[in-house]
């Protein structure tokens, strides 16, 4: 008896947190709301708005030894825009461009700049869309908008995400 108690109790240590592991690794993959025709995705990247995008750029590429690409004006955006490459995802350097740009408002309250808003990937972004209109969550435009890749993006109001502007983005 004492024996298979020890037994248990080992196999519980060396293996139940290999277990815990492999399904919190799973679990996130493919995430659909039950019933839905869209799935959330990965996380795309993490933006960052700065008041000195030359210095900012400079931080990651020479200091932290990033691959950094080239900026890249967004005026239908109002930003300029400088993605970080990291092992599984990204960082986007936002600069304000022109005087309607929603970075420049965001540093006129922030002025060391900080974390603007988080990008996921979605399947099928004009389901999620109006999947997420259907619960009462806002958009802040009627229609996705083409991104900074290239693809349709949306952003969401973030009085309904937590305090957090979400950028859902079609993979």
């Known amino acids: 008896m004492a024996s298979t108690l020890l037994k248990v109790a080992a196999f519980s240590r060396c293996c139940r947190p290999t277990l815990m592991r492999a399904y ?5 993959l493919g995430q659909g709301v039950p019933g839905s025709v869209w799935k ?9 708005a700065v008041p000195d995008m030359e210095k900012a750029t400079s931080l990651y590429r020479d200091v932290l030894g990033a691959t950094v690409s080239d900026k890249v004006p967004l005026p239908e955006h109002g930003v300029y825009t400088v993605f970080v490459e990291l092992g599984n995802t ?8 022109g005087e309607k740009s929603p970075i420049a408002g965001f540093l ?4 060391s700049g900080g974390m603007h808003h988080i990008c996921i ?9 109006s999947d997420l209109k259907a619960k009462n ?19 969401l109001h973030p009085k309904d995400c937590d305090g957090v502007l979400v950028e859902l983005e079609e993979a």
């Open 24 to 28: 919190s690794r799973t679990a996130s």
């Open 40 to 48: 959330l995705g990965r996380l795309n990247h993490i933006a960052i």
């Open 90 to 97: 990204k960082l986007e350097l936002l600069h304000p461009l």
């Open 108 to 111: 006129q309250k922030n002025k």
């Open 121 to 129: 990937e979605v399947d099928n972004i004009n389901a999620a869309i």
């Open 137 to 155: 969550i806002r958009t802040l435009s009627a229609e996705p908008r083409i991104g900074a890749h290239g693809k349709p993006v949306m952003f």
